[in-house]
């Protein structure tokens, strides 16, 4: 009797939940951050947190958009997968902005959802929502536990999913009856993925030809976009400019993937890029993209995006390869592995010297501009001071809007995975919630969110979590007043008809962030701003600042809808 007693307490101590499995396997997965909110679908995720003794640190945003945001963040500067737990229904919903962000922007997220019990499911139960079918279109891959046994097994692909190839989010839809479900036998949680083989390696065929393309070119001009970031390969980026000594130009997402201030760097391009980057690719004759993907905001009007030149594209998404601008020269693979056999390759060019020198007029005749006021702070400036202040070396998350432009054409970014905004979805909200991932995934480096005093309101709430985690994120708003880049666009656009884009109700920001026990400061001149402001961005605890700018400030140069990027206006001042 004594030998079954004992046998019994033993098949007890084997037997775990799924929710037990699910605490292992991100432990098995080197977690150290998880984003969560916990609501009725997942309380036995949450009860197993309890009763674990984790290896990773929960954080609790205080909303859903906040945890993916962060996630995000966290994602961007780390290269580790943004974890996410969120209760069933509104929880669910509530993710949907930042999961669409993140496929977007190819970062690596992998969300676990609650679910009401299996055999309630399709009932229209009390938070039920159908997540399966909501996030189909905008995650790379999204799977549904209706075993126990499976779920170690599905949490291991949702990672290698995710942060392979190119990245992307994954949701696990978990019910609550499997969270709740015992299982004694440890299942196998070996991958079973025989359709998911993404290419890495490029074609040495097709690296020859991009290497013969540029020894026959003289006005060769190259794109760098976030995938050289994602690749970790921004040195092989820069040993491939240093060799050949060509001009480059980044998208708004590959900022800090080449030095901001090496002189072949000619600016980001675009709707608000230089002149001499927007330039120099409608002149080139070689364009070589490595790592982008050819967005609206990158080419204007298609067809007067670079019109002369033959078009490489290096990317790991063969979907992407074609798919906007027409290219020549297609290689699909992992960036860091083309530019590893670039740089390997011999290529004997013809002299460039008249094509650089051209590149270089431009960038010295017509540099980013403004002009100071006498009343308020010019933004530009401002965000020129956040540089000085910070020695170029902080990690700026952005918000959507005028101000994000402003911080991608005024704070100068010389290293990867230190720009972080949001790129194809212009998510609003987003600057605050990722500054705190960012923190949390190097809480040494300096983390500033530049935001505008619209989007700040849209998930202001998470001074909170910086408070609660005594996170020393430093919350600049450059605050205008208005939408402004609505207002930009109304002025320049719709004869100056401001439909609900002004702003004159604002809460009092400092007063806003004392409240939260956040040290707050106001800069209504430019006079007040120098030595107290690089005081507060080098303390070691929260910082909002309200910094005033002029409300009419317009963010130049642009190229307007429908137009080719070199028909920009407000190159110059007073040029349109």
């Given at each position: ?183 004694e036998e440890a299942a196998d949680d070996a991958l079973r993925l025989p359709g998911y083989q993404p290419t890495t390696k490029p074609n040495p065929l097709q690296i020859s030809r991009l290497l013969e393309a540029l020894q026959k ?171 000085k202040a910070t020695g170029g070396k902080a990690i700026v998350t952005t918000d959507v809007g005028q101000h994000q432009m402003w911080s991608a054409q005024f704070y100068k970014f010389n290293q990867p995975n230190h720009f972080v ?92 962030g004392e409240s939260f026990g956040v040290k707050s400061y106001r800069y209504t001149q430019e006079e007040e701003v120098s030595g107290e402001l690089k005081e507060a961005l080098q303390s070691n605890e929260p910082v909002l600042i ?31």
């Open positions: 009797m004594k030998v079954e007693v004992e046998h019994s307490q033993e098949v007890i101590a084997n037997i775990k939940t799924g929710a037990d499995l699910l605490v292992e396997a991100l432990a098995e997965h080197e977690v150290d951050t998880v984003f969560g909110y916990p609501g009725g679908a997942v309380l036995p995720i949450y009860d197993a947190l309890y009763r674990h003794e984790s290896s990773f640190k929960h954080i609790l945003c205080r909303h859903e958009q906040g945890l993916i945001h962060a996630a995000e963040g966290y994602a961007r500067v780390s290269s580790k997968p943004g974890v996410v737990i969120a209760t069933s229904g509104p929880g669910a919903t509530n993710l949907i902005t930042g999961i669409t962000d993140a496929m977007m922007d190819s970062l690596p997220i992998v969300a676990f959802t609650g679910q009401v019990s299996t055999k309630v499911i399709g009932t229209d139960a009390f938070q039920e929502a159908d997540i399966i079918g909501l996030t189909t279109p905008i995650t790379k891959h999204n799977y549904q536990v209706t075993d126990v046994k499976d779920l170690k097994r599905i949490v291991k692909e949702a990672f290698h999913i995710a942060s392979t190839g190119r990245p992307g989010p994954v949701v696990v839809d978990i019910p609550k009856n499997i969270s709740e479900a015992a299982v070119s003289e006005r060769p001009v190259v794109l760098t976009g976030a995938g050289v970031q994602f690749a970790k390969a921004s040195e092989e980026l820069r040993a491939f400019i240093k060799k050949y000594n060509l001009p480059v130009v980044s998208t708004l997402l590959g900022l800090g993937t080449f030095n901001a201030d090496d002189e072949n760097f000619l600016g980001m391009a675009g709707m608000h890029g230089t002149y001499a980057a927007n330039m120099a690719i409608h002149d080139a004759d070689l364009l070589i993209n490595i790592g982008a993907r050819f967005d609206d905001r990158l080419t204007g009007k298609i067809a007067d995006f670079s019109p002369r030149a033959r078009v490489a594209h290096i990317d790991i998404d063969p979907a992407e390869i074609g798919k906007n601008v027409e290219t020549q020269i297609p290689v699909v693979a992992d960036a860091k592995e083309a530019l590893e056999l670039l740089n390997a390759g011999q290529c004997e060019m013809k002299p460039i010297d008249s094509w650089r020198h051209k590149t270089q007029t431009d960038k010295e005749q017509n540099p980013l501009w403004y002009e100071h006021s006498d009343e308020l702070i010019s933004p530009q400036w401002f965000i020129e001071q956040v540089y905004t949001s790129g194809g979805l212009g998510t609003m909200g987003f600057g605050l919630p990722a500054a705190i991932g960012a923190q949390l995934a190097f809480p040494d480096k300096t983390v500033v969110a530049v935001v505008g005093d619209g989007g700040f309101q849209m998930t202001m709430q998470e001074l909170a979590t910086l408070k609660q985690y005594n996170l020393p994120v430093k919350v600049v708003i450059v605050n205008n007043e208005a939408l402004g880049m609505v207002r930009q666009w109304q002025e320049k656009f719709y004869d100056e008809r401001y439909s609900e884009s002004l702003m004159h109700t604002n809460p009092d920001f400092v007063k806003l309200d910094a005033r700018v002029v409300k009419l400030d317009l963010v130049y140069p642009m190229v307007p809808a429908g137009k080719g990027n070199h028909e920009m206006i407000g190159v110059r001042p007073c040029s349109e």
